[in-house]
């Protein structure tokens, strides 16, 4: 069984940070990209970032470049999220994904194959 958890959500106020992580076990991912994604209430899920699986190359949405740091450890079986600068618009629930590619960094939701369940961040103003 494919597994990706998702951990590390909670309350914030904006300005500040949180980091995000999510476990991933029940498969070989060494062809596999992650990815983190978030909805906001009665929103599509959007693109946040993605990373190679060597963790040498990153892919960021406008809305959280220079804000938000992908990374992993794959010793730890773990892809984290590190958010800094929080805006209330920021406020989502936070998906983590893994794709069938090890090089293509995809934006797009249906290119992933495996979801977590996701952790809700709140940001207040």
């Known amino acids: 069984q494919v597994q990706l958890v998702e951990s590390g959500g909670g309350l914030v106020q904006a300005g500040g940070s949180l980091r995000v992580s999510c476990a991933y076990s029940?498969?070989?991912?060494?062809?596999?990209?992650m990815g983190w994604f978030r909805q906001a209430l009665g929103k599509n899920s959007d693109f946040v970032a993605a990373?190679?699986?060597?963790?040498?190359?990153?892919n960021y949405a406008d809305s959280v470049k220079g804000r938000f740091t992908i990374s992993k450890d794959n010793a730890k079986n773990t892809v984290y999220l590190q958010m800094n600068s929080l805006e209330p618009e920021d406020t989502a629930l936070y998906y983590c994904?893994?794709?069938?590619?090890?090089?293509?960094?995809?934006?797009?939701?249906?290119?992933?194959?495996?979801w977590g369940q996701g952790t809700q961040v709140f940001v207040s103003s």
């Open positions: 994904a893994a794709a069938s590619d090890k090089y293509i960094l995809h934006r797009s939701p249906s290119r992933y194959d495996y």
């Open positions: 029940g498969r070989t991912f060494s062809d596999y990209t």
């Open positions: 990373i190679s699986w060597s963790g040498r190359s990153t």
